[in-house]
C-alpha cells in the first residue's frame, strides 16, 4: 500500500497525464528533425578528411597535418564540452533558445570559412564558430529525443545519429563535385545553403516532450566525485581511449590512400564508404542494445574497432591494395558506428537517476578533452615518420582502441554484477 495521500498523488499523475505520449507522430517527427540536424553539424565534421586533404595541398600547404588537424580536434571537442551548458538551457526553456541562434551561427561560420584565406581567419571560422554552433545543435537534438523515447531510447538515438554517417556519406562526395565546377570557396557557400535550408527545417521538428521549468542556480553539472564509482570512472576511461582515435580513419585515411596510389577522387570517396557502413553500425547495434544491453555492444564496438585497424588497416600501409583498403573502410564503419551512437544511452544506465545530469556534463567535458587531443596526437605521430609513413599512427589508434575495449568490459562486468543480470 503506498505511504502518499490521494492528494499528494494526484497532482504528480496529472501532470503526467498532460504529457505527450511516448511513440507518438510528434515524437518520431522530432526524431526527423534531430536527423536533419545531426547529418548538418556531426555529418559535415565526418567530412573533416575533405578538408585536411585540400588544406594540406593548397590554402594551408606550409603547415603540418598536425598543426591542420587542430581545427577539426577543435570542432569536435565543441560538440560535447558545451554540451552540459545547452543541456540546461534546454531542459529549462525549451530547445529554442539554443537551437535558433546555433543555426544560425552554423551558417555564418561556413559563410566566414568562404572568406578565409590564412590559418587563424580558417581556425576562428570553421573551428570555433561552426563547432560552438554545431555543439549546441547536437546536444539539443539529443536532449529532445531522450525526452520523447524512453523505452526504445537506444533505437531512437541510433536513427538520429545516423544522419551523422549519412552526412559522411553526402558531403565527400557533393562538396569535391561542386568545387571542381565553382572552386572551393564557392563549395562552401554551396554546402552552406543546404546546411542552412535542412537546419530550418529541423527548427520546426524538433520539440521538448517535458514543461518549462525555473533555472536551478543550484543544480552542479560537473562533479569529478562521481568518479569515485568503480563502473562510471572506468566506462569513462574506455570511452576515452575510444573517442580518442575514433575518428583517426575519416581524417588521415583519404592521405593515406593518396600516398598508396589511389585517385584523389577515390581517396575522398574512402569517408563516404566508411560512414555508409556506419549507418548500419548505428541501427543495428542499437535495435539490438535494447535486448542485450548498451553496455554489452559498445564494449564489443570499441574491440573490434581496434582489431580492424590492427588487423585491416595495418597491413595495407606495407603493401597497398585498393579493395583491401576497401575492406577496412567497410568494416570499421560498422564497427566505430556503434560506439559513438550508444555512448550517451550507457552513461544514462551507469549510476542514479539523481546524479544523470551531473554524469552527462562530467562524461561530456572528459570526451572533448578526447577529442581535443587525439587527432593532433595521432597528427604528429605522421608528421615524425616524413608524412608518408601511417604505421605508427595505425598502431597508436588500434592498441588504444582495444585497451579502450578492456575498462569498457571492466565497467560492464561491475554493473551486470551489481544489476544482478549480463543485459546491461
Request: proline share 5%; net charge neutral; aromatic share 14%.
Amino acid at each position: 500500500m503506498s505511504d502518499k495521500s490521494p492528494t499528494e498523488t494526484a497532482p504528480a499523475a496529472e501532470k503526467q497525464s498532460e504529457l505527450p505520449p511516448e511513440g507518438s507522430t510528434q515524437a518520431w517527427l522530432c526524431v526527423l528533425g534531430a536527423f536533419l540536424s545531426i547529418f548538418c553539424t556531426f555529418g559535415f565534421l565526418n567530412a573533416i578528411g575533405v578538408f585536411q586533404v585540400t588544406y594540406q595541398a593548397t590554402t594551408l600547404s606550409e603547415y603540418t597535418p598536425s598543426d591542420i588537424s587542430w581545427i577539426f580536434a577543435v570542432q569536435l571537442a565543441l560538440m560535447w564540452a558545451p554540451g552540459p551548458i545547452f543541456g540546461r538551457i534546454v531542459d529549462t526553456y525549451g530547445p529554442a533558445p539554443v537551437l535558433y541562434p546555433c543555426s544560425l551561427l552554423c551558417v555564418f561560420s561556413l559563410c566566414m570559412t568562404s572568406l578565409a584565406d590564412k590559418y587563424y581567419q580558417i581556425f576562428l571560422a570553421q573551428g570555433l564558430g561552426f563547432g560552438i554552433g554545431a555543439g549546441g545543435i547536437f546536444t539539443t537534438s539529443m536532449v529532445c529525443v531522450g525526452q520523447w523515447h524512453v523505452r526504445r531510447r537506444s533505437l531512437a538515438t541510433g536513427i538520429a545519429t545516423t544522419g551523422s554517417s549519412l552526412g559522411g556519406v553526402i558531403f565527400p562526395i557533393f562538396f569535391p563535385r561542386v568545387m571542381d565546377q565553382v572552386g572551393f570557396y564557392g563549395a562552401i557557400r554551396y554546402t552552406a545553403l543546404m546546411i542552412g535550408i535542412l537546419l530550418l527545417a529541423s527548427c520546426f521538428l524538433i520539440t521538448s516532450r517535458l514543461p518549462r521549468k525555473k533555472w536551478d542556480w543550484g543544480l552542479q553539472w560537473f562533479d569529478l566525485t562521481l568518479l569515485k564509482e568503480k563502473q562510471f570512472a572506468l566506462f569513462t576511461i574506455g570511452a576515452f581511449l575510444g573517442m580518442w582515435i575514433v575518428f583517426a580513419p575519416l581524417d588521415y585515411l583519404p592521405s593515406m590512400a593518396q600516398e598508396h596510389g589511389f585517385s584523389s577522387t577515390l581517396a575522398l570517396y574512402l569517408i563516404s564508404i566508411v560512414n555508409a557502413s556506419s549507418i548500419f553500425g548505428r541501427t543495428i547495434p542499437p535495435y539490438l542494445a535494447d535486448y542485450i544491453g548498451s553496455f554489452n555492444i559498445v564494449t564489443w564496438s570499441s574491440g573490434l574497432s581496434g582489431i580492424c585497424m590492427l588487423a585491416l588497416w595495418l597491413p595495407f600501409n606495407y603493401h597497398s591494395s585498393h579493395a583491401g583498403i576497401i575492406a577496412f573502410a567497410l568494416t570499421y564503419g560498422f564497427t566505430s558506428g556503434a560506439f559513438v551512437s550508444l555512448l550517451m544511452p550507457c552513461i544514462a544506465k551507469s549510476g542514479d537517476i539523481q546524479t544523470l545530469g551531473r554524469r552527462f556534463g562530467t562524461f561530456q567535458v572528459i570526451m572533448s578533452i578526447a577529442n581535443l587531443t587525439g587527432l593532433p596526437i595521432m597528427g604528429a605521430i605522421l608528421d615524425r615518420q616524413g608524412d608518408a609513413e601511417f604505421s605508427g599512427l595505425i598502431l597508436f589508434g588500434g592498441v588504444g582502441s582495444i585497451a579502450g575495449a578492456a575498462f569498457l568490459g571492466v565497467a560492464t562486468y561491475f554493473l551486470g554484477k551489481k544489476l544482478g543480470t549480463w543485459k546491461v
